[in-house]
């Protein structure tokens, strides 16, 4: 059995523990939230365990004190992530944080070491590499189908800020890790997608950004480079109409285009042709419960959601200083 705790009982909280309930040998043993009636209504959702009701509590120190949960999994605005998850490795608590992993380069440098110190395991929420579209892309990419790779090009539209009231806070980094903002909530699974489907962390980025009256920067456009070398562009729009998630890979003979749920291979001669793809083999959940309780790898360890937050830190800071900024 594994004893898993909730801390922030939102909407997100809502869709994985429906997830998580489905789950043979999973037992959630407490919520979390500093609202007791949010907290309240996910515990609501929990079937009684030997000991009754799922119990509330209104901070994950007291969740973590209380009922001592073989893992944490974390729920709450991205600015509370950091010290929630220090909490819980301190604790002995394996970690799922549904992305970011924080909004801060060190922070989740942190977050890195200590689990590995502590011999426990942290999952990132970067839910996307498991849709089947992106999987065979990045198969297809690294195993040369369409040649070597020459450029990338990766866009995400969407009306996220009016979506979501205008909730600033919640949508782009603190000013003091970026010397400006990023549309966060929105990008970051488009950036993560373009450094694991390619196989390649990036080095450098020049960016601009259109800045929101808000105060929210919801509007970017960024010039990558990759390891390897090779160019890619980089729009984020969070204030457009329809939505459009898609990546498009350049090859010497021929090119993909993947979207959340179709991809698309163009050989140099000839027409496109639509992929056939699989069902998908697992959610994110399952996959945290099954690193957690087997071997099974996790599908994004922290140490390589590390290197979304650091690009994402470097477009912010490129594109308040209008200066090329190169990553360590």
């Known amino acids: 059995m594994l004893r898993i705790g909730i801390a922030g009982c939102g909407l997100a909280a809502r869709t994985h523990l429906a997830r998580l309930l489905a789950i043979d040998g999973v037992r959630v043993v407490g919520c979390a939230d500093p609202d007791p009636a949010a907290a309240r209504a996910l515990a609501d959702l929990v079937p009684a365990g030997p000991d009754g009701p799922s119990p509330t509590f209104a901070d994950h120190k007291e969740l973590l004190g209380a009922v001592t949960p073989d893992a944490l999994a974390i729920f709450t605005p991205h600015r509370r992530h950091y010290r929630i998850a220090m909490d819980a490795l301190q604790a002995g608590c394996h970690v799922f944080i549904e992305r970011p992993l924080s909004i801060d380069v060190q922070e989740a440098a942190d977050v890195i070491g200590l689990a ?36 990338v090009q990766a866009t995400l539209a969407a009306p996220w800020l009016a979506a ?42 020049a960016a601009i950004q259109v800045r929101h009256d808000s105060g929210a920067d919801v509007v970017t456009a960024a010039a990558l480079r990759l390891a390897d070398g090779t160019p890619a562009t980089l729009g984020i729009s969070g204030v457009s109409p329809g939505t459009i998630f898609a990546l498009t890979y350049f090859g010497e003979r021929g090119r993909l285009r993947a979207t959340a749920d179709s991809l698309i291979e163009e050989p140099a001669a000839g027409p496109g042709v639509e992929v056939a793809l699989p069902a998908r083999a697992e959610d994110i959940d399952g996959n945290f419960v099954a690193a957690v309780t087997g071997d099974a790898p996790l599908c994004c ?12 830190e470097a477009i912010g800071r490129a594109g308040a200083s209008g200066q090329v900024v190169r990553l360590a």
Do not use: C, M, N
């Open 116 to 151: 590995r110190g502590r011999k426990r395991k942290v999952g990132v929420g970067h839910q996307y590499r498991l849709r089947p579209s992106l999987v065979e892309a990045r198969r297809r990419v690294l195993d040369g189908a369409i040649g070597p790779l020459r450029l």
């Open 164 to 205: 979501h009231g205008g909730a600033e806070d919640a949508w782009r980094f603190d000013a003091k890790a970026t010397g400006g903002g990023i549309l966060f909530d929105a990008g970051d699974h488009l950036v993560d997608a373009l450094l694991w489907t390619t196989g390649r962390s990036a080095v450098e980025v």
């Open 301 to 312: 360890p922290a140490d390589q959601a590390l290197e979304t937050v650091r690009l994402l």
